[in-house]
């Protein structure tokens, strides 16, 4: 039996793959473009800024902007 605390963490693991998934292939179908999926992680990371002041809001902001940084970079 898995505790309470590992299945939460798999929660939010599982959830995160399956957002990013999704992300990618709304943007291979065509159905979105890079732009906007920027702006999706872009406003996820507003969300989880407000978390900061956690571990868990720290470690979610990262994973966020390491999205932003891989998969669709600021162009410049």
């Known amino acids: 039996m898995t505790d309470t605390n590992a ?12 957002a990013a998934c999704l992300l990618d292939l709304l943007v291979a179908k065509g159905v979105i473009d890079a732009d906007e999926g920027r702006r ?8 989880a800024a407000m978390h900061t002041g956690t571990w868990e809001g720290h470690e979610a ?3 966020i902007g390491g ?3 891989t998969k669709f970079p600021a162009a410049g």
Do not use: F, H, S, W
């Open 7 to 18: 299945k939460a963490v798999g929660m939010g693991v599982a959830g995160g793959a399956i």
């Open 67 to 69: 999205m932003l940084e």
């Open 40 to 47: 999706v992680l872009e406003d996820a990371l507003t969300r």
């Open 61 to 63: 902001c990262m994973l």
